[in-house]
């Protein structure tokens, strides 16, 4: 069976490919040309084209749905290899902007979600990817093929500015080598040069792992799913509380290395009726102390046969006030996508929903 190429560092494949500038050159139609035929490589010798072509494949994912927000995000459904679906979201952060004539004066602004896993163990409870149970870990090379095809598909060149957060289906720190090996593909600078710096890891607060994490010292900017203020209430949201309360992740955080211009990142999804109240607020204040941290409100985006509803924008915005007041940074998630579902899993659901299984 064939490799997959976009597994490897160019570290890893100067290993087995000589001399050293051809790989150079073979990142560079990867991932600059965005070439997917190793044929099509015109200066690398006939015979190493050859060589490449039997032992290696570019893609080996499909995109096989694609729904496009009124908003101009777009979100993608990948076919695996082995018939698996993940998602993967272009989140249009800023449109382009025009000048009188018609020329571009700022290029759009974006952000891809990307997936780490098929499924997931955590097993939160008002996240429909959690709902299929865990299939399996994504390879390092179909996290990094994810973004590679949304820039194909969108004419992204590779010298954009793009940030990335690992917030699509499944646990990232549950699969923390294939993640570590994707950051290092996408930070390469003969590469993407996707900045470490601009990519966010998402977690539902694996303690042990933020700390794993912290010692491979990749750079990258944490971001903890928190959503409940208090262990008892979060262990019924988020059962992996039992096994890392909030008191573990807090500590965690605090060991985490912060880039000195950056934050830790808290997202709260606030459902209604459930922790959108005022004494959570109070608590999440007080939780915050001493931490270099913002705060990132998440509206409950329902699906059919949630037991959860969506909060009131009244709600919400008082929620994010109280913060405020008290001088903790605090931004509402805009719903990006929401026509389209764009929350976690919700694509997937309605693929396979469609195709009767
Ligand atoms: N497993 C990681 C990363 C993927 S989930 C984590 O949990 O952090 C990305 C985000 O989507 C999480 O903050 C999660 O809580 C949120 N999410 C899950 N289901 C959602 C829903 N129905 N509506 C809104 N956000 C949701
Ligand atoms: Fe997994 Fe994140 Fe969904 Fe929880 S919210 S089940 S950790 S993907």
Redesign the pocket.
């Known amino acids: 069976m064939k490799q997959h190429i976009l597994n490897y560092t160019k570290k890893e494949l100067e290993e087995f490919i000589q001399p050293k500038f051809r790989v150079k050159q073979l990142y560079g139609w990867l991932y600059n040309k965005k070439v997917t035929d190793f044929m099509q490589m015109a200066n690398l010798p006939k015979e190493l084209r050859k060589n490449l072509s039997e032992q290696f494949e570019i893609l080996s994912s499909k995109i096989v749905s694609k729904q496009v927000s009124v908003d101009g995000s777009i979100k993608y459904l990948f076919q695996l290899k082995d018939g698996h679906t993940v998602e993967a979201v272009l989140l249009l952060m800023k449109p382009a902007q025009y000048n009188e004539d018609g020329t571009i004066k700022h290029l759009p602004k974006y952000t891809v ?1 990307v ?2 896993q098929v499924g ?1 163990k ?1 097993g ?1 409870a ?5 709902k299929g149970g865990f299939v399996r870990d994504l390879t390092a090379g179909e996290i990094v093929e994810q973004i590679l095809q949304i820039y194909i598909d969108n004419q992204i060149e590779s010298n954009r500015k793009v940030n990335i ?10 699969n923390l080598d294939n993640l570590a090996q994707a950051i290092r593909i996408f930070s390469d600078v003969e590469g993407l040069s996707i900045s470490p710096h601009r990519q966010t ?5 694996l303690s042990s792992k933020i700390d794993k994490l912290a010692k491979l010292d990749l750079g990258v900017n944490l ?3 928190l ?1 409940a203020v208090d262990d008892e209430l979060r262990e019924k949201l ?1 059962p992996i509380n039992k096994a890392y309360n909030i008191a573990s992740i807090m500590e965690a955080v605090r060991r985490f290395p912060v880039n000195l211009r950056k934050k830790v990142l808290f ?1 709260y ?1 606030i459902i209604k009726d459930v922790n959108d109240d005022l004494t959570a607020a109070k608590k999440l204040v007080k939780l915050l102390n001493g931490i270099k941290a913002k705060v990132n409100l ?6 059919e046969g ?1 037991e ?1 509803k969506r909060p009131s924008e009244e709600d919400v915005k008082k929620f994010q006030k109280y913060l405020l007041s008290k001088g903790v940074l605090c931004t509402i998630r805009e719903s990006k996508g929401l026509d389209i579902s764009a ?4 694509l997937r659901e309605q693929n396979l929903q469609g195709a009767g299984q």
């Open positions: 979600c997936s780490s997931c955590v939160c008002f996240c429909l990817t959690a957060v690992y917030m699509g289906m499944g646990e990232p720190l549950d890891v998402s977690t539902s607060g971001a903890i799913s959503h988020m997202e999804l998440i509206y409950f985006n329902p699906y949630s959860f929350a976690c899993g919700q």
